[in-house]
Structures are given as structure tokens and as C-alpha cells.
């Protein structure tokens, strides 16, 4: 019944990273799908592969990165399949990435006008019909609201007679990076288009960078832990600036975070990722409710409730496995406080005990 | 865990290290093919005077100068003149077979360029070091005359060294030696300065180790990459320098097996017989080379970003 | 930076009159026309008199009004004309080589740093490693061997392998500047300028070939170490060709430490230029210093030095400025 409303579907993706010492197994066949308008939470700890997931998405993984199987579905074609240049059309018009720091994510050379415009610059399309549809009708600007609207429609604007002048696309260009500043709640858009990332501050450069992703007007947003370097009362600013997004724009975002309580702001779904799989996945309120997976419950526990004394602050017991020599079949197991003799055989199969709430664990039943 | 048991650790680290350098190294096709040269002409150096009698530098047989008789290459009028038995290279201006002349050279040259680099190395790396660790006045001062070194073109310090102190082998090492310490300073003076405001330092202080042992014992170790590289590297240099400097006349006399002396009998007689110019240069460039290419691949493999 | 110059100075005053092989200074400041009775106001206005620490004070006097004696082997002319007459050829052929260096060595900078550890990189890195290799004097004669001699013994078109201009065109154009190149392009005479042209390939090249691998390298270091970084990963991932990624948010990232290098190269082939002018008889600076340090013409060595020091100077200053323009992160 959700079919037609699926953006993404990620099906059993396996990758190793290459390196001197062995096969780092970083992923080891992920699986979860992604709705339209929704906003999905990874989340997981540093190493178990959340941003690897993302990067694959867009292919954007270092030269020893090698994808051992699976799909990524994307509006039903697999990305797997496609050639680096169609990828790169695609990153361009349908994928936005933000990025965790960004002090040294964006280019410390050149000033946040360029590096926002490149990016509308890249649809010299969808520019011009902004141009003719501000000629025709006769406004002074076009506004980023109406430039969002015409996505998909520029065919039916242009004719194969318009005539748009390079100056006046880039003017269009300029006027767009002016408002998409605004709807990121940047005041003084002018004057930020004409300085450089060392000039402004750490909240504001992250609002820069959403706005450099809104440019591209994506079907799919990438968060990757866009709080994570940022003070806890920016974390709270840009989070209220994403859900105010989320209702505006047309994309679907995958929010990848390491801090449960980022996702649980912002998030439809969370998905928790533990060593390279996905090990449970529901909505937001179930989750906190009902955990299922013994890692989340682990994870729940370890958030010390501020309104209960406690004596002693929870933890889950071992350390982080080594990805070159993973343990086998469950890759918890050897954490894990319910373990069976069946866990370490192989991977549990992921199944939904319950409407909406996937988990891959043996204690429910693999029918 | 006890000084041995550390000490035993550390050990096998490095030694984990070395392996994974060469490792890297053996990758890279070029720096191979380098190192082959290189110690093809290290081996070629330590066996040279059992090869070839030394006391060829000194015969003078001025009737069978410029010699080249070689069926397949004519090289011009002068080479058809004279006689018979073949030198595989032809012989230089003074009747020396210059094959056996470029064997003897070898040795000096690299024994020259070694004695320099390490000089200039140990030099330049101990007065940084301290320098820089130090602080304050004394570091004010070295960067002071280390600059004042830096803007005198090597070759012209060399040059009016050496025309001042005279023209001994001996004084021609140290005129070198004089100009190549400076970029030691200033390497190892970015080093130390990176270190010394780390936390192990202050660790270190703290548990009241002196200065001395924590300038040699950890942040010299710490900083060695570099000076590797700039090690290797400056071989190839020097070799260019100090054959330079013979090249130009400054050589005592013609009787020293050198291969830039011996390059430059052949200035007035570069068209008729380039092989003088020709084969004594091309071996300074091999050399050169061989250790340019070692040095170049260890940079690549050192820089500390890029090891896993 | 004065310090700097002042200590250079004081280095070679005491090293061409302080040491005890230095030759009398009186001798540098008489020509053959100066009258025996003359000699000893000479001696007192230059203070040879003095002991020489005062010495150093009048020779630092005579350094500012500009009288630097005469050089008797150069057919006796006062010693600053000598070295200022030659000094165009030297800074032309200077120019000619950072040209050089710059249009072959960037390339191959960005190929191999675009190619890492492939057949291009392999090859570039061996270009542009035995260019530094190579012995200035060693590869200047081989050019002449290959490209006069050869050339002319097998009946090709070739080029010249001295001096700086034919001998026979040497009046033909205004001294404007002193370089032939220039001179002939402000003259509008086409003959005069491909001649000076000529004469100026095989040295210039000559020069470059050494330096444009030090460039390369260099570049194809900054390049790799930027496009490590987070914001070219940014970059790719808004979807931008190739192309941009690298020409517009790599290249100027990159460029900063190749500028500081070439700034420092062009000082540094001023002074160095030397061998390469005494092998293609270049009538420059270079060439008129080994001559002087052969004869001993101490005030020629110690001007040669101090401007070559200067001019190192300067174009660190340079270097810094051109920092302002590329890095606007550095203010002052």
C-alpha cells in the first residue's frame, strides 16, 4: 500500500574497505526503505557504518571502498548500476548532502556567494525558465518557493524560441542564492554572499550549507550529523530549522546521527544501526516505547533520566568490534545480554513481530 | 611495564613501521628501479679501486688525448685520430681511459656527498633542535643567521669559499658542507616547534624528565620522517653541487678522479669530443637520480596522512 | 630584512677583506690612468688606513653613493656600470626561464597529482626528477650539442649557441631596456626580436628543465594534500564536473605554496644563473661574477652578493603580498 510512496529502498547492501591490514567489512548487508516526505533517523554509534551508507548512496566513497552486493533503489532504478556520470547528473539534481563540520567543508578560498551559485548554475535549464517566468510575469523576482514549484515543469515554460542572455541567468542565479539565504533565516543575505566561511559563524555556516543542498531542490536530503559540531543551543536552532524545512520542501531527508535525541526531534523513523546492519526499524514513539533489538534496549537504558536519581550510570558492556575480524552471524553477540547458541550461525532475518517495527534478532520469531 | 618491556615494545613497533614503509615502497615501481641504481653504484663505489688501479689518474699520456674508437658511433674529426686499442668511452684530455677514470670517481663523489650530507645534517639538526626547543634569544638568533645564510645563493657562497680558502679536496667538502646546513635548521625548527606544544611534552615535564632527554629521546625520533626525506635527497644534490664547483675550476688539480673534474676537460672540446662531457655527466645524473627517485617515493610513503 | 642585508654584508666584507689571502682593496680603486700622487688621498677617502672595523663604515659610504671602484678586467670600468650593463640580460633570461618553468612544470604538477601512481604520474615524475637531476653545466652543453652542432652537421635549421644576440645585429635597435627581447619588441623590429628569441631558447630551457620538476613536484604535493580534504568531497557531492572540482575549488587552494616557491625560484635563478650563462656565454651578471672571482675583483663579488641577497629578500616580501591576494583568510 506504501509502494508508490517510496523514494528509497536500500536491499542488502555489503562493503568492504580495502586496507593494508585486512578487509574492513563496514557494511554488511543493509536493508531499510525510505517513504516519501518522510524524515528517516540512522542512528548509531561512530563506526557502524551510517555515514558509509550515505556516501554509498551517492557514491562518493574513497578509492579502496568496494561494494561486495546488493541494491540501492532510488524511484526504482539501481544506483549500483549507474555510470559515474549519471550518478554525478543525479547528485547535482536529485541528491543534497550536508555535511557534518562545516569549517572544513566548505572551500575556505572562496566566498559563500560562489560556492551557493555553482550550484543553481549547474540547471542553466531550470534558470532560464525561472527568467521567462518572471518575464511573463512581470514581477520584480522570482522566489525560491516558486522556483521549488517549478521543478520537473520547465518544458512546459520554455519554448524552443526564448531567448535568455547569460547575464540575466545569472542575475536569476544571485537573486535565488539571496532567497534561499532567507529561508534558512540568514538576516543580511547580500552581505554573506560576499564573505568567506572563516568570516561567519559555526551555526551560520551550517545554515549555509543547507542552503547550498535547498539550491538543488533534491528528492533526497542527506543529513550526516549537521549537529553533531555544533553547541547544544545551535543544535536546537538548526533542528527547528529542519522541521520548518521538512514542511516546506518536497524532499524526503535521511538524518544520520549518533545522539538519539536528534533523531527523536526530527525523525518520522528512526532506524538504529549497530556494526554494519540495520538491527531495528520504526516509528520515533514506538521505538522509545516498545525497543525491541537488545542493542537499542541497551541504548535506551544508557540514557540517564535527568528527573531519576541514579547511583550508578548504565553502560553497555564490551567494546566496539573490529570490522577486519567481525564476529560472526549476529554481529552483537558477543555483547549481547540474551545471547543464544543460534547468534553467532549467521545474520538473523529481519522481521516485523509487530505492525511497523522491523528488527533483526533471533529472540523473535524468523517466519 | 618495566624500561625493558617498553623499550622491547617500542622495538617492535619501529620495526612493524619499517616493514609497512617497505612495503609502500615496493608498490611503487619507480622507487625501486631507484633504489637498484643506487645501490648498483654504492656496490660499484666499494669495490671500485679493486677494479680499476688507482694510479691511473696519475698518467698523463698526452699522445693518446681524445680518444674515441667505438665502429658504431663517429663522433667527429678529433675521434678518428690515433690509435688502436679501444676504450669503451674514449679517453679524456690527457690520455686516461675515461671508463676507468668514471669508476675511480664514483667512490670519491658519493664518500664526498656522504661525509657532506651527514655533516650538514648533524650540524643543522643540532643546532635547530636545541635552537628552537630552547626558545627566546637563542632561537631568535639562529633563525637570524639562518636567514642571513638563506639569502646568499648556495653556488656563489661556495664559490667565494672556496676561491678564499683554497683549493684543497678538503676545504671544497667544507665550503659545501658551509652552504647546506641552513634548510636543516629550518626543518627541523618546524618540527620541534609542532612538537613541543603537544601533551606528551608536558606529560613528559611533568614526570621531571630533563630537557636534553626530551628533545633526543622523544621529540627528535618523532620528527625523523622528514629528515629522511631531505636526506636522501640532498645526496643527489650535493653530488650536483660539488661536481659543480669542480666543474668550474676549482679542482687542485687534474688528477683527482672526479666526475665533474673530468666533465670539464671536455668544455673546449665539445663538438669534437662530446663523449668527455657526454659520460661523466650522464653517470652524475644517473646518481642523482637513482637517489632524487628513492627520496621522492620516501616522501610520499612518510607523510604521515597517508599511512593506514 | 635589513638585518638580513646588513648581515650578508658584513659576512662578505669580511670575507673578501678580512681573511688574510684578501688582496689589498687599493687596487680595485685605481685604473691605470690614476696618478701616483693621487694614491694616497685615494687611500685616506676609503679609508684603507683604518683598522677594519672602521673600514666597513667608509666601504658601506661608498657602497650607498654608489662608487664601487673599478673592475681592471673588465677593461677597467667603473664596477657598478659593469654590473648594471649586464644585469638586463640576466633578468631577462630569468624571466624567460619562470615562464618556462611555470608552462611545463604546472601541467605536469596537475597530471600527476590528478593520476596518482599511474602511467602518467610514473612518467611525469621521472621528467620532472631527472630535471633536477641534471648538472646546469652538463645539460647546457648537451642542448648546445644536440640543437647547434648537430643540427647544423645534419642540415636542419638550427639554434645559435652563445651570446645573446648576433654579433651583427647588436647595434641595430635602441638600448631602451637593455634586453634584446624587449628591445626588439619596442622597436618593431621583427628580425632583431626572433633573433634575440633564439638566442634566448636553448638557455632558458636550459634553466627551466631544472627547476620545472622542483615545481612539479611541489604541486602535485599541495594538490593531493587539498583534494584530501572535506570541501572537495562537498564539492563532488553538489554534483559539479570533474573539471570545476578541480580548476576552481582545488587549483586555488593549491597554488599557495607553488607561488611562494616560484617567487623564491626567480630570486634564486638570478643568482644561480651563473653556470648557465658561462656555458651559453651569456653576456649576463652570472657569468661577469665568475670572471670576477677568478681575478678576485672583490667589490664586483661583494656587489653581485648583496644584490642577489636583495633581490632574495624582496621577493619574499613579494611572495607574502601575493598571499593577501590568494588566501583571504591572511590579513594584515
Known amino acids: 500500500m506504501k509502494q508508490n510512496n517510496l523514494i528509497l529502498e536500500v536491499k542488502d547492501l555489503r562493503l568492504d574497505f580495502n586496507t593494508y591490514r585486512g578487509a574492513v567489512k563496514a557494511l554488511n548487508g543493509v536493508n531499510f526503505k525510505l517513504y516519501k516526505h518522510e524524515v528517516l533517523g540512522l542512528v548509531g554509534e561512530s563506526g557502524c557504518g551510517k555515514s558509509v551508507t550515505a556516501l554509498t548512496i551517492i557514491n562518493l566513497l574513497p578509492e579502496n571502498a568496494e561494494v561486495k552486493g546488493g541494491e540501492i533503489l532510488f524511484k526504482e532504478e539501481d544506483l549500483l548500476k549507474k555510470s559515474k556520470e549519471q550518478i554525478r547528473t543525479m547528485r547535482a539534481e536529485e541528491f543534497a548532502t550536508v555535511f557534518q563540520d562545516p569549517m572544513t567543508f566548505l572551500n575556505p578560498v572562496l566566498n559563500i556567494g560562489t560556492q551557493l551559485e555553482e550550484s543553481f548554475m549547474l540547471e542553466k535549464k531550470a534558470l532560464k525558465a525561472a527568467v521567462v517566468a518572471q518575464r511573463s510575469q512581470g514581477k520584480a523576482n522570482i522566489n525560491y518557493s516558486e522556483f521549488l514549484a517549478m521543478k520537473g515543469k520547465e518544458d512546459t515554460i520554455l519554448t524552443n524560441e526564448t531567448k535568455v542572455s547569460g547575464k540575466e541567468i545569472k542575475k536569476m542565479a544571485q537573486n535565488l542564492c539571496a532567497d534561499v539565504l532567507r529561508m534558512v533565516k540568514l538576516p543580511d543575505p547580500e552581505r554573506i554572499l560576499r564573505q568567506y566561511p572563516f568570516e561567519l559563524s559555526g551555526g551560520m555556516r551550517q545554515r549555509c550549507m543547507i542552503a547550498m543542498a535547498l539550491a538543488r531542490r533534491p528528492s533526497l536530503f542527506i543529513a550526516d550529523e549537521i549537529t553533531t559540531a555544533l553547541d547544544v543551543t545551535i543544535q536546537a536552532q538548526i533542528l527547528h530549522l529542519m522541521r520548518e524545512l521538512r514542511d516546506t520542501i518536497d524532499a524526503s531527508t535521511l538524518m544520520i546521527t549518533h545522539d538519539l535525541a536528534v533523531a527523536a526531534e526530527i525523525a518520522n523513523r528512526i532506524a538504529v544501526m549497530y556494526a554494519g546492519n540495520v538491527v531495528e526499524l520504526t516509528e520515533t514513539r514506538e521505538i522509545f516505547r516498545r525497543p525491541l533489538h537488545p542493542y537499542t534496549q541497551l541504548l535506551m537504558k544508557a540514557i540517564p533520566n535527568v528527573a531519576k536519581p541514579v547511583e550508578k550510570l548504565e553502560s553497555i558492556p564490551g567494546t566496539v568490534p573490529d570490522l577486519i575480524n567481525p564476529p560472526t552471524g549476529c554481529r552483537f553477540h558477543p555483547r549481547c545480554p540474551y545471547v543464544m547458541p543460534i547468534c553467532p550461525t549467521a545474520f538473523p532475518k529481519t522481521t516485523q513481530p509487530f505492525k511497523e517495527h522491523e528488527v533483526a534478532c533471533y529472540l523473535y520469531p524468523q517466519g | 611495564m618495566t624500561n625493558k618491556e617498553t623499550r622491547t615494545s617500542e622495538l617492535q613497533a619501529t620495526i612493524a613501521d619499517i616493514k609497512y614503509t617497505l612495503h609502500l615502497l615496493r608498490q611503487n615501481p619507480l622507487v625501486v628501479i631507484g633504489s637498484g641504481i643506487a645501490i648498483f653504484f654504492i656496490l660499484l663505489a666499494l669495490v671500485a679501486n679493486l677494479i680499476v688501479n688507482p694510479a691511473v689518474a696519475n698518467q698523463f699520456n698526452f699522445s693518446r688525448s681524445y680518444l674515441w674508437n667505438n665502429p658504431i658511433i663517429s663522433w667527429g674529426p678529433l675521434a678518428r685520430t690515433g690509435g688502436p686499442p679501444a676504450q669503451p668511452l674514449g679517453t679524456d684530455g690527457y690520455g686516461r681511459d675515461l671508463l676507468q677514470m668514471m669508476i675511480l670517481a664514483i667512490p670519491l663523489d658519493l664518500r664526498t656527498a656522504f661525509i657532506i650530507v651527514a655533516g650538514a645534517a648533524l650540524f643543522g639538526i643540532i643546532l635547530g633542535a636545541i635552537a628552537s626547543y630552547a626558545g627566546g634569544i637563542i632561537d631568535e638568533a639562529v633563525l637570524r643567521v639562518t636567514d642571513i645564510f638563506f639569502a646568499f645563493p648556495s653556488l656563489v657562497l661556495a664559490l667565494v669559499f672556496a676561491a678564499l680558502f683554497g683549493r684543497t679536496l678538503d676545504t671544497l667538502t667544507l665550503a659545501v658542507l658551509f652552504v647546506w646546513w641552513p634548510p636543516y635548521v629550518r626543518l627541523i625548527r618546524g618540527q620541534v616547534l609542532a612538537e613541543k606544544e603537544k601533551t606528551y611534552v608536558e606529560a613528559l615535564r611533568a614526570m621531571g624528565a630533563g630537557h636534553l632527554r626530551i628533545l633526543f629521546r622523544h621529540i627528535l625520533p618523532n620528527s625523523i620522517y622528514p629528515l629522511i626525506v631531505q636526506i636522501t635527497l640532498d645526496i643527489g644534490g650535493v653530488i650536483l653541487t660539488f661536481s659543480a664547483l669542480m666543474f668550474l675550476g676549482f679542482s687542485p688539480t687534474p688528477a683527482i678522479p672526479e666526475l665533474g673534474n673530468l666533465a670539464s676537460d671536455g668544455i673546449t672540446h665539445v663538438f669534437d669530443a662530446p663523449w668527455l662531457i657526454l659520460f661523466p655527466g650522464l653517470t652524475i645524473v644517473l646518481i642523482s637520480l637513482a637517489f632524487n627517485l628513492v627520496g621522492d617515493g620516501l616522501r610520499d610513503v612518510l607523510d604521515p596522512r597517508l599511512r593506514r | ?332
Open chain 3, 1 to 332: 630584512m635589513i638585518f638580513v642585508l646588513l648581515g650578508v654584508s658584513v659576512i662578505v666584507f669580511i670575507v673578501s677583506r678580512g681573511v688574510p689571502s684578501a688582496i689589498n682593496p687599493l687596487g680595485q680603486y685605481i685604473t691605470p690612468k690614476t696618478r701616483p700622487e693621487d694614491i694616497q688621498q685615494i687611500i685616506k677617502m676609503h679609508g684603507f688606513d683604518q683598522p677594519l672595523p672602521i673600514q666597513y663604515f667608509y666601504w658601506l659610504r661608498d657602497a650607498f653613493q654608489g662608487d664601487w671602484g673599478y673592475s681592471f678586467w673588465a677593461q677597467g670600468l667603473p664596477t657598478n656600470e659593469v654590473f648594471f650593463s649586464r644585469f638586463p640580460y640576466t633578468i631577462e633570461l630569468s624571466i624567460a626561464s619562470v615562464i618556462l618553468t611555470v608552462a611545463i612544470g604546472l601541467p605536469l604538477g596537475i597530471i600527476s597529482a590528478l593520476k596518482n601512481n599511474k602511467i602518467p604520474d610514473h612518467i611525469s615524475r621521472i621528467i620532472a626528477l631527472t630535471g633536477y637531476s641534471t648538472p646546469a653545466y652538463w645539460f647546457g652543453f648537451i642542448l648546445q650539442l644536440v640543437f647547434f652542432y648537430y643540427f647544423f652537421l645534419w642540415g636542419l635549421p638550427h639554434l645559435p649557441s652563445s651570446l645573446a644576440i648576433s654579433p651583427i645585429l647588436e647595434r641595430a635597435v635602441p638600448q631602451v631596456t637593455s634586453m634584446p627581447v624587449l628591445d626588439g619588441i619596442l622597436a618593431g623590429n621583427l628580425n632583431y626580436t626572433l633573433d634575440a628569441i633564439a638566442h634566448l631558447i636553448l638557455p632558458a630551457f636550459s634553466l627551466a628543465f631544472i627547476s620545472l620538476g622542483y615545481l612539479a613536484r611541489i604541486i602535485r604535493a599541495s594538490m593531493l594534500e587539498v583534494l584530501r580534504q572535506d570541501y572537495i568531497i562537498m564539492a563532488r557531492s553538489k554534483g559539479l564536473t570533474e573539471r570545476v572540482v578541480i580548476y576552481r575549488h582545488a587549483l586555488k587552494n593549491a597554488l599557495i605554496p607553488a607561488v611562494t616557491l616560484t617567487g623564491l625560484f626567480f630570486a634564486g635563478l638570478l643568482g644561480g644563473a651563473m653556470i648557465t650563462e658561462y656555458v651559453f656565454s651569456w653576456p649576463g651578471v652570472g657569468r661577469a661574477s665568475l670572471m670576477a672571482i677568478s681575478q678576485n675583483d672583490t667589490n664586483f663579488i661583494m656587489l653581485y652578493t648583496l644584490i642577489t641577497a636583495a633581490i632574495i629578500v624582496v621577493a619574499n616580501l613579494i611572495v607574502d603580498i601575493a598571499y593577501l591576494f590568494l588566501d583571504p583568510r591572511i590579513k594584515y
